[in-house]
């Protein structure tokens, strides 16, 4: 079975399952369109039961994110914790109702399904194809906020869907120029370029051939699935290409394989990944030297050892409530998502109207959002991303989670004229 083809099958069964989903689902209480009214003349809707109002997380603990999944998860119930401990918002205490979709294309869409009905809104919905599998549903029937853990720029024009930070192609055009100014990357080389079918990588790709297009490079591709772990072949084809550098739209496990083999082999040319393709429990494996020497990663935000007052408490409370476990640039991703929702609610309180329309509208009024990690979020235009900037990091284990800044926030020039889907 070819890719493409395989490609196609894999998305006519998201779309079946959607129609049998959609088939399923409980159909909404009517109403005349104002919603409940709670004491304080505060209008509810879905999510609000009582005196709770109830987020959804879909999240990847089981599958290629799982480490992602994780940190991303503690941060917002740590985030919902500390909310709830100030008082929560409009005097309703909130609450996070978790799935685990193990990055499993049936177990999202039917994870969405399952809390659509029982939640205001989306902290956390991690994967670009299933966001964008359920897409239709949420910009049509249910309306409800996504604030997804995805940067396709097939998510961009919904007032729903609000990526935070840039869009893939995007964060990859950033990447391309780090490798021009800083890497040594000149007209007429070529570079790899390794990615996932689907949403997500196949979005990072328009940005690598768009700045290819203007430095005058050349794009070598290798796609692959996310169930493929070793890169030997990827790094062979890109050996005999002849790259200069190559950029990697994948997850964790296969950034480390690829430099590591990388490295194993003699090809000792820099690598560059998406904000999602890495882990600093990489360091203790056996590519944690060649990751910490050849790999680099454009990030939407400062990591989580970040040298801010607010990155200081996050990680002194994150610490406190999960002394076990590492901490990464997953936590950053969950808590910036959470705090934009948090931040929402408590102007759509303020506005007297909770309901899922007055929670769109009050992210839709924050021009500019910053929780303390270097990059300020603007969500007033559903059809950009909520910033252009990346900051590129550096593994290195001897830092707090592991990652250093080796170039502050920036959005490259090629970045700034970009304009996504064009």
């Known amino acids: 079975m ?63 994110y799982a480490t992602l999944g994780k940190s991303v998860t503690q941060a917002q119930q740590l985030y919902v914790k500390q909310l709830n401990a100030a008082g929560g918002v409009c005097g309703y205490k909130v609450a996070l109702s978790v799935r685990d979709h193990g990055y499993d294309p049936q177990k999202a869409v039917s994870g969405y399904t399952e809390l659509e009905p029982k939640v205001l809104g989306f902290a956390q919905f991690i994967g670009s194809p299933f966001v964008a599998a359920v897409k239709q549903r949420i910009d049509g029937q249910d309306k409800g906020l996504v604030l997804p853990q995805a940067w396709s720029a097939a998510l961009l024009g919904s007032p729903y869907i609000r990526v935070i ?28 370029h390794v990615y996932f079918e689907g949403d997500y990588g196949e979005s990072a790709l328009v940005g690598s051939k768009h ?93 989580i050892g970040a040298d801010t007052p607010e990155a200081k408490k996050l990680v002194a409370d994150y610490r406190a409530a999960y002394p076990s476990d590492a901490l990464d640039n997953g936590i950053v991703a969950g808590w910036t998502a959470v705090s934009a929702f948090g931040e929402a609610l408590k102007k759509a309180c303020a506005n007297k109207d909770l309901t899922r329309e007055g929670v769109d509208k009050a992210l839709l009024s924050i021009g500019s959002y910053d929780v303390g990690f270097g990059v300020a979020q603007n969500f007033t235009d559903p059809k950009a991303p909520s910033s252009r900037e990346s900051v590129i990091l550096q593994p290195d284990k001897s830092v707090t989670g592991g990652m250093k800044v080796v170039r502050e926030a920036g959005a490259s020039e090629v970045a700034e004229a970009y304009t996504p889907g064009a």
């Open 2 to 64: 070819t890719t493409r083809y395989a490609a196609r099958v894999a998305a006519g069964a998201l779309a079946a399952l959607l129609v049998l989903a959609g088939c399923s689902s409980k159909a909404k209480d009517s109403d005349d369109g104002d919603g409940d009214k709670a004491a304080g003349g505060v209008r509810t809707g879905e999510g609000i039961s009582g005196k709770t109002i109830t987020l959804g997380a879909l999240t990847d603990m089981t599958g290629v």
């Open 165 to 192: 930070g840039s869009t893939y192609d995007i964060e990859t055009i950033n990447a391309v120029d780090f490798l021009i100014k800083e890497k040594g990357v000149k007209k007429g080389d070529r570079i790899g």
């Open 211 to 303: 700045i290819a297009k203007e430095a005058g490079l050349t794009v070598v591709e290798q796609k692959i699935k996310p169930t493929d772990n070793d890169m030997t072949a990827q790094v062979t084809a890109l050996k005999q290409a002849g790259v200069k550098a190559i950029v990697i739209s994948a997850g964790p496990r296969q950034a480390a394989s690829l430099v590591g083999v990388a490295a194993a082999s003699g090809f000792a040319v820099p690598v560059i990944g998406n904000n999602s393709a890495f882990a600093p429990q990489l360091l203790a494996t056996q590519a944690g030297p060649a990751l910490m020497k050849n790999y680099y990663v454009a990030s939407p935000s400062l990591p």
